[in-house]
């Protein structure tokens, strides 16, 4: 079938290519790796590039209550973020899928007449007000555990105070 010098040939042309791939890995190794030591013999992964300022300074993270955030709230903001209320909820009187939020302020939790609550939100008790919101607009699972309502919750506080500040524009 083959001829003793055609598999020569081929075995020949086997071991050149896997010759030419280690030399390869070994010019790319000694060109591209950094194998610097430093005196102590720890090896350096990257090299450090002095700015001339004080490199070991953490800048400070300045924490803004939600009272100050609320009080700079921009309502139109929020009317962009209740986008995402707008699936279930409506400001115009009348239930969708969750209740409406038109006079949402001041209101008693889980008290639209003509709406079907879970047990746990008409159980919940308390009023609506700019905190019990931001409380439960963070995660609406874990400020009423038990609830119907299926949405994950606003991580930004600012999206938070701003819608706030929209609802209770509308609320009179």
């Known amino acids: ?6 598999l020569v040939k081929i075995v020949g042309g086997l071991c050149g290519t896997a010759a030419l791939f280690v030399i390869a ?3 790319s190794d000694s060109i591209y790796a950094m194998k ?4 102590d013999g720890e090896v350096v992964q990257a090299y450090v590039v002095s ?13 803004v209550s939600f009272d100050e955030l609320l009080a700079s709230a921009d309502p139109a903001k929020g009317e962009k973020v209740f986008a995402k209320c707008k699936a279930c909820h409506k400001v115009d009187g009348s239930n969708s899928t969750g209740p409406h939020l038109d006079g949402v302020f001041g209101r008693a939790v889980g008290t639209v007449g003509d709406f079907s609550y879970s047990d746990a939100m008409g ?13 439960y607009l963070t ?3 874990d400020a ?3 609830n119907k309502m299926s949405f994950a919750g606003l991580k930004k506080d600012t999206d938070r105070a701003n819608i706030i500040a929209y609802l209770q524009s509308i609320s009179g």
């Open 51 to 63: 700015t001339g300022e004080d490199d070991g300074a953490a800048e400070e993270v300045v924490e």
């Open 36 to 39: 610097a030591t430093s005196h």
């Open 139 to 141: 995660s609406p699972k």
């Open 123 to 135: 159980a919940h008790g308390g009023e609506w007000t700019a905190e019990a919101l931001n409380v």
């Open 25 to 27: 890995y070994l010019a």
């Open 144 to 146: 009423i555990p038990g």
């Open 1 to 6: 079938m083959f001829k003793t010098m055609t």
